[in-house]
């Protein structure tokens, strides 16, 4: 599954968005890859760009473009580290392939997946029409509301997070476009996801939009092997870089990495030089060459470091 999620931030200027790759196979196995674009800067060329495996309770965090590894246990944890639980896609269809570790879910406890959902004896039951559709609507009074289209296989297509403290709606979410991949299995091809001013001090402030955006789900597979991506595969010269310990180079080559790096820098001077761009745009791409450009200083520093020592060895 591969998703686009625009505007997915007050914090960043328009045109910016997050793309997401993820493959999860039950009960544990599990990749993720994330980065983030710009309508003028395509998000295979982020330098922050991350890819995650999880296998046999061991984490991997892969960075593609420093070539480097790092891997932490997950032995007796419940949840999975960083970002990785809390892809928009598993949060916004309440689906959590995994068995192995707890899915992400807002601040209290309630049942949050649909497994869970289907299982607790704490919502109440109403029909309503939503969109000219018939639903059954399951409510856990003053924490969550969702709606089911009950003659198309019982398909999740809208669900509220209520507020404990005002009984007012936080968030509203609505999948749109669905698509049975698989017989009774509907999968969206947008969601809209909806955030209101909780924070104000009248029931009218409260009901106020402050957020609005769209994801756009590219790309769903179900029920495939999906074993090159649940398979993390390493680059010639990917270092690993242990907790305490120094960088360690754990395959052998990559004499070619400093010129896909100069490539990928070669791109930020294109993009930012094509049209008009603004100056906060082109001060960004200034600033990210120059992070990539302290990234292949630092990498040459540390493959000479270590061919030296094994000269010395």
Known sequence: MSYKDSNYSNNYPAGYYVYQESVARYPDRMYQFVAHGHDRLHWADDPFQQQAFVKDDLFH???????????TSLRNQQRLPGRME??????????????????????????FTLREVAMSDKYTLRVEDFEGMECHVLEL???????????????????KFISPDTGQ???EIRLRNQVEVIPRVWIPKSIEEIHFDITAS???????????????????????????QLELSLPPGTLYLPQKEE????????????DSMVEM??????????????????????????????????LCGIMALIHRRRLKA
């Open 169 to 171: 709606v936080m968030q």
């Open 202 to 228: 009248t029931t009218e402030g409260r009901n106020r939009i402050v957020r609005q955006s769209n994801v756009d789900i590219l790309k769903v597979e179900v029920n495939k092997s999906f074993d090159d």
């Open 265 to 298: 820098l070669t791109r930020f001077e294109s993009h930012s030089n094509r049209n008009e761009t603004t100056g906060d745009f082109r001060s960004s791409l200034i600033r990210i060459s120059l992070i990539g450009l302290a990234f292949t200083c630092i």
């Open 247 to 258: 960088p360690i180079q754990i395959k052998n080559g990559g004499v070619e990495h400093l």
């Open 61 to 71: 965090r892969f960075n593609g473009v420093n070539r480097t590894i790092e891997v």
């Open 86 to 111: 809390e892809s928009f896609f598993y949060y916004a269809t309440g689906i959590w392939p995994i068995k192995r570790w707890t899915s992400f879910r807002p601040e209290g406890t309630f049942p």
């Open 141 to 159: 009074p003053q924490r969550d509301q969702l709606w089911f289209d009950v003659l198309h296989d019982c398909r999740l297509i809208r669900r």
